[in-house]
T-cell receptor, first 114, second 113 residues
Framework: EAQVTQNPRYLITVTGKKLTVTCSQN?????MSWYRQDPGLGLRQIYY???????DKGDVPEGYKVSRKEKRNFPLILESPSPNQTSLYFC?????????????FGPGTRLTVT | AQSVSQHNHHVILSEAASLELGCNYS??????LFWYVQYPGQHLQLLLK??????LVKGIKGFEAEFIKSKFSFNLRKPSVQWSDTAEYFC???????????FGAGTRLFVKA
């Protein structure tokens, strides 16, 4: 089954304790992105990747890091989480073929930083 | 800066009522347009998309949207909503060929049975 998976689905942590949220897709997509979803703000793009070893900042990259060492994986790293990073995080992947594409989203990771 | 505006944050309708959700974007170049839906507790799913051609696009579950270039709008419509359409709806604009996407703030739709 074609899918985007994220782990963990729920995480409660404390300020300053480094964490990683994993994202993996099995569709051989070139493009991957991370978003955070906050009430009233919709989804905001944190980072995106166009291919292995090619990443760039989205609209809200502060406090986050990413890496793309393999095509299928795109982990999101919070080196020193703070309470303002409490949010719902979505990973997405997409292809571009014949001039059309769409993003496929993971199930989300709900992060609480206390 | 580019932005996407959704006119209504909350909409409450009775079953069988017609739905129209507004979406406007601010970007003068070529864009690709999407509507996604997020059912309670689930991830986002694509409803429909517009890239080129007929500005009236049809999606899943009876939804359609019309692209009006002169108004920078991409409004979502459904003639008759069902209770199962209760969800949050997001308009999105892609600026970067599939990897640079801006989402609107979302519209929460509640359909009364």
């Amino acid at each position: 089954e074609a899918q985007v998976t994220q782990n963990p689905r729920y995480l409660i942590t404390v300020t300053g304790k480094k964490l990683t949220v994993t994202c993996s897709q099995n569709m051989n997509h070139e493009y991957m992105s991370w978003y955070r979803q906050d009430p009233g703000l919709g989804l905001r793009q944190i980072y995106y990747s166009m291919n292995v070893e090619v990443t760039d900042k989205g609209d809200v990259p502060e406090g986050y890091k990413v890496s793309r060492k393999e095509k299928r994986n795109f982990p999101l790293i919070l080196e020193s989480p703070s309470p303002n990073q409490t949010s719902l995080y979505f990973c997405a992947s997409s292809y571009q073929g014949a001039g059309t594409y769409e993003q496929y989203f993971g199930p989300g990771t709900r992060l609480t930083v206390t | 800066a580019q932005s996407v505006s959704q006119h209504n944050h909350h909409v409450i309708l009775s079953e069988a009522a017609s739905l129209e959700l507004g979406c406007n974007y601010s970007y003068g170049g070529t864009v690709n347009l999407f509507w996604y839906v997020q059912y309670p507790g689930q991830h986002l799913q694509l409803l429909l998309k517009y890239f080129s051609g007929d500005p009236l696009v049809k999606g899943i579950k009876g939804f359609e949207a019309e692209f009006i270039k002169s108004k920078f709008s991409f409004n979502l419509r459904k003639p008759s909503v069902q209770w199962s359409d209760t969800a949050e709806y997001f308009c999105a604009v892609d600026l970067g060929g599939g990897f640079k996407t801006i989402f609107g703030a979302g519209t929460r739709l509640f359909v009364k049975a």
